[in-house]
């Protein structure tokens, strides 16, 4: 793929709760927004850093997108809102511009061994992986894009429809850090309605204002599948729905509620 890869999509700023924004953030409704896969994966990152009372697996994960998320220092807290012997919902939040950009909210499960039946346990076999990266057009200019090896099993970038790739993030999400499994796959969660798009992305927006992510099983590896389906309504909005792999099966399932207008409109924003 061209373009310029950086080390990190965000930089500590030293406080331990807020972090420089990098280019790579940037995603394709304006060069002063962020995607927003990168904000979405590193309030995950906080989740499966804050402290808890066991052993614990991040099982589902929503992410409320409050409005455009412009390309600047981002502060994220989360908290333990509800907490129980087996399991606990936590949320957080994402600042950016002296507002609340990002709220989310996750449920956390206590990890345990058990020993189930073999037919009660997931087994999808994932799609086969391209043995070549799939080139990123030159009119294809989000930034994020480049962070990413991408090999198309089905559909491709200019071609409206269901599409499957095969996503590995090349860089960091935050720098001197390896990403875990989980913030590569939520990274990716977000592209479903783009990759998948079912409008000209010349003529119409089509925005998510949130993102959920449930888990079958929590990923392995650095390469993730997103198997992606868009749908439209002419009343303006749409559903962007997949279906999550790793290279061993079925990780879990991603939905993207869509709002859809013309291109015209700002994009970004949720309201």
Known sequence: MSGVVTDALYTPAGDGSTYHCGPLTVGPWGADLQHGGPPSALLVREFERLPGAW????VRHTVEILG???VVDVTVEARVVRS???????????TAG???ALRARAWRIRRSDLDLP???VGSEPPPPMPAADTELPDSWTAPLLTAFQMRFVRGAWREP?????????RVALVAGEEPSPLQRLIVLADSGNGISNALPPSRFVFINPELTVHLSRYPQGEWMCLDAT???DPGGFGLAYSQLYDEHGLVGRGAQALFLGPRDLRAGSSE
């Open 68 to 70: 455009p998320v412009p």
């Open 55 to 58: 052993p614990f697996t991040v």
């Open 84 to 94: 129980g012997r087996s399991v606990e919902m936590v949320e957080g939040e994402l």
């Open 118 to 120: 073999g037919d009660a």
């Open 230 to 232: 868009t749908v439209a």
């Open 98 to 100: 002296g507002r609340v």
């Open 161 to 169: 429809g269901p599409a499957t790739v095969w996503a590995r993030l």
